[in-house]
Protein backbone atom coordinates (compact mmCIF):
# COMPACT_ATOMS: atom_id res chain seq x y z
CA UNK A 1 0.00 0.00 0.00
CA UNK A 2 1.25 3.39 -0.68
CA UNK A 3 2.83 5.58 1.86
CA UNK A 4 0.35 8.50 1.27
CA UNK A 5 -2.57 6.65 1.42
CA UNK A 6 -1.82 5.27 4.62
CA UNK A 7 -1.03 9.02 5.51
CA UNK A 8 -4.54 10.31 4.54
CA UNK A 9 -6.45 6.84 6.52
CA UNK A 10 -4.21 7.59 9.12
CA UNK A 11 -5.02 11.47 9.38
CA UNK A 12 -8.86 10.88 9.03
CA UNK A 13 -8.66 8.33 11.36
CA UNK A 14 -7.07 11.05 13.67
CA UNK A 15 -9.71 13.54 12.53
CA UNK A 16 -12.49 10.92 13.44
CA UNK A 17 -11.20 10.61 16.62
CA UNK A 18 -10.50 14.47 17.51
CA UNK A 19 -14.03 15.29 16.58
CA UNK A 20 -15.15 12.52 18.86
CA UNK A 21 -13.05 13.73 21.85
CA UNK A 22 -14.32 17.23 21.78
CA UNK A 23 -18.04 15.79 21.54
CA UNK A 24 -17.46 13.63 24.66
CA UNK A 25 -15.34 16.60 26.64
CA UNK A 26 -18.64 18.78 25.73
CA UNK A 27 -21.07 16.60 27.51
CA UNK A 28 -19.15 14.92 30.25
CA UNK A 29 -17.15 18.32 31.31
CA UNK A 30 -20.31 19.30 33.69
CA UNK A 31 -20.59 16.00 34.89
CA UNK A 32 -17.13 15.86 35.97
CA UNK A 33 -16.42 18.84 37.50
CA UNK A 34 -19.98 18.41 39.36
CA UNK A 35 -19.11 14.64 40.60
CA UNK A 36 -15.75 15.89 41.54
CA UNK A 37 -16.90 19.05 44.17
CA UNK A 38 -19.67 16.65 44.96
CA UNK A 39 -17.39 13.78 46.18
CA UNK A 40 -15.23 16.61 47.74
CA UNK A 41 -17.73 17.63 49.84
CA UNK A 42 -18.42 14.42 50.53
CA UNK A 43 -15.15 13.30 51.66
CA UNK A 44 -15.19 16.33 54.12
CA UNK A 45 -18.02 15.61 55.49
CA UNK A 46 -17.14 11.99 56.17
CA UNK A 47 -13.69 12.84 57.48
CA UNK A 48 -15.08 15.33 59.73
CA UNK A 49 -17.64 12.73 60.97
CA UNK A 50 -14.87 10.24 61.18
CA UNK A 51 -12.37 12.40 63.52
CA UNK A 52 -15.62 13.83 65.55
CA UNK A 53 -17.43 10.29 66.08
CA UNK A 54 -13.52 8.91 67.23
CA UNK A 55 -12.35 11.70 69.62
CA UNK A 56 -15.77 11.72 71.31
CA UNK A 57 -16.18 10.80 74.83
CA UNK A 58 -19.05 8.36 74.05
CA UNK A 59 -18.45 4.88 72.69
CA UNK A 60 -19.40 4.74 69.43
CA UNK A 61 -19.58 1.56 67.61
CA UNK A 62 -16.60 0.15 65.47
CA UNK A 63 -18.75 -0.84 62.80
CA UNK A 64 -20.02 2.86 62.09
CA UNK A 65 -16.45 4.24 61.89
CA UNK A 66 -15.47 1.41 59.58
CA UNK A 67 -18.60 2.23 57.11
CA UNK A 68 -17.74 6.48 57.24
CA UNK A 69 -13.85 5.62 56.61
CA UNK A 70 -14.75 2.58 53.73
CA UNK A 71 -17.35 5.24 52.04
CA UNK A 72 -14.36 8.16 52.51
CA UNK A 73 -11.89 5.71 50.45
CA UNK A 74 -14.56 4.98 47.71
CA UNK A 75 -15.15 8.34 47.12
CA UNK A 76 -11.44 9.21 46.73
CA UNK A 77 -11.00 6.52 44.40
CA UNK A 78 -13.74 7.50 42.81
CA UNK A 79 -12.25 10.69 41.94
CA UNK A 80 -8.84 8.90 41.49
CA UNK A 81 -10.25 6.96 38.07
CA UNK A 82 -11.96 9.79 36.85
CA UNK A 83 -8.52 11.72 37.29
CA UNK A 84 -6.46 9.23 36.52
CA UNK A 85 -8.86 7.97 33.40
CA UNK A 86 -8.27 12.01 31.39
CA UNK A 87 -4.48 11.27 32.08
CA UNK A 88 -4.66 8.53 30.03
CA UNK A 89 -5.99 10.12 27.36
CA UNK A 90 -4.26 12.73 27.18
CA UNK A 91 -1.01 10.81 27.43
CA UNK A 92 -2.24 8.20 24.45
CA UNK A 93 -3.25 11.44 22.35
CA UNK A 94 0.43 13.08 23.35
CA UNK A 95 2.05 9.86 22.48
CA UNK A 96 0.40 9.99 18.68
CA UNK A 97 1.55 13.82 18.28
CA UNK A 98 5.29 12.90 19.51
CA UNK A 99 5.45 9.60 17.19
CA UNK A 100 4.20 11.62 14.24
CA UNK A 101 6.56 14.31 14.92
CA UNK A 102 9.97 12.03 15.82
CA UNK A 103 8.76 10.08 12.47
CA UNK A 104 11.59 9.63 9.94
CA UNK A 105 10.00 12.81 7.76
CA UNK A 106 13.60 13.66 6.09
CA UNK A 107 13.64 10.76 3.89
CA UNK A 108 9.69 11.02 2.72
CA UNK A 109 8.90 12.78 -0.84
CA UNK A 110 7.34 15.94 -0.96
CA UNK A 111 3.59 14.84 -0.93
CA UNK A 112 4.34 12.47 2.46
CA UNK A 113 5.98 15.52 3.94
CA UNK A 114 3.23 17.79 3.27
CA UNK A 115 0.95 15.03 4.60
CA UNK A 116 2.88 14.87 8.04
CA UNK A 117 2.70 18.82 8.25
CA UNK A 118 -1.03 18.39 7.84
CA UNK A 119 -1.69 16.44 10.41
CA UNK A 120 1.16 18.51 12.79
CA UNK A 121 -0.89 21.43 12.10
CA UNK A 122 -4.06 19.29 12.87
CA UNK A 123 -2.90 18.22 16.30
CA UNK A 124 -1.53 21.58 17.55
CA UNK A 125 -4.93 23.62 16.57
CA UNK A 126 -6.94 20.32 18.39
CA UNK A 127 -5.27 20.71 22.11
CA UNK A 128 -7.86 18.62 23.47
CA UNK A 129 -7.76 18.22 27.16
CA UNK A 130 -10.58 17.90 29.89
CA UNK A 131 -10.33 21.08 31.49
CA UNK A 132 -11.23 21.65 35.60
CA UNK A 133 -10.79 25.77 34.50
CA UNK A 134 -8.80 27.22 31.50
CA UNK A 135 -5.78 26.75 33.26
CA UNK A 136 -6.02 23.45 34.90
CA UNK A 137 -6.54 19.77 33.46
CA UNK A 138 -8.17 16.96 34.94
CA UNK A 139 -5.34 14.91 35.84
CA UNK A 140 -3.73 13.23 38.93
CA UNK A 141 -2.03 16.72 39.63
CA UNK A 142 -5.79 17.67 40.28
CA UNK A 143 -6.48 14.96 42.52
CA UNK A 144 -3.61 15.77 44.73
CA UNK A 145 -5.04 19.20 44.96
CA UNK A 146 -8.47 18.08 45.61
CA UNK A 147 -7.45 15.63 48.46
CA UNK A 148 -4.74 18.74 49.47
CA UNK A 149 -8.24 21.03 49.71
CA UNK A 150 -10.40 18.53 51.55
CA UNK A 151 -6.79 18.29 54.22
CA UNK A 152 -6.93 21.91 54.24
CA UNK A 153 -10.58 22.82 55.24
CA UNK A 154 -11.16 19.68 57.50
CA UNK A 155 -7.59 20.64 59.74
CA UNK A 156 -9.38 24.29 60.02
CA UNK A 157 -12.78 22.68 61.21
CA UNK A 158 -11.23 20.53 63.73
CA UNK A 159 -9.41 23.14 64.91
CA UNK A 160 -12.50 24.97 65.54
CA UNK A 161 -13.59 22.56 66.95
CA UNK A 162 -11.29 21.75 69.30
CA UNK A 163 -11.12 25.67 70.77
Known amino acids: MDVNIELKNVLYDQLKL??????????????????????????ITMTFTF??????????????????A?????????????????ENLNNKKDSVNFS?????????N??????????????????LQMKASPRRHVDLQQFLNV????YNIISVMVNTLKK
Not at 19 to 40: E, G, P, Q
Not at 110 to 126: D, G, I
Request: hydrophobic fraction near 45%; charge should be positive.
Open 18 to 43: FLKMKSYYKCSRLIVLANTVFCSSII
Open 51 to 68: IVTFSSSELSSVFYLVKI
Open 70 to 86: STDLYVCFQIYLYCKLF
Open 100 to 108: IYSSDWTNM
Open 110 to 127: LKSKKLLLLAMNMNNVNW
Open 147 to 150: LTTC
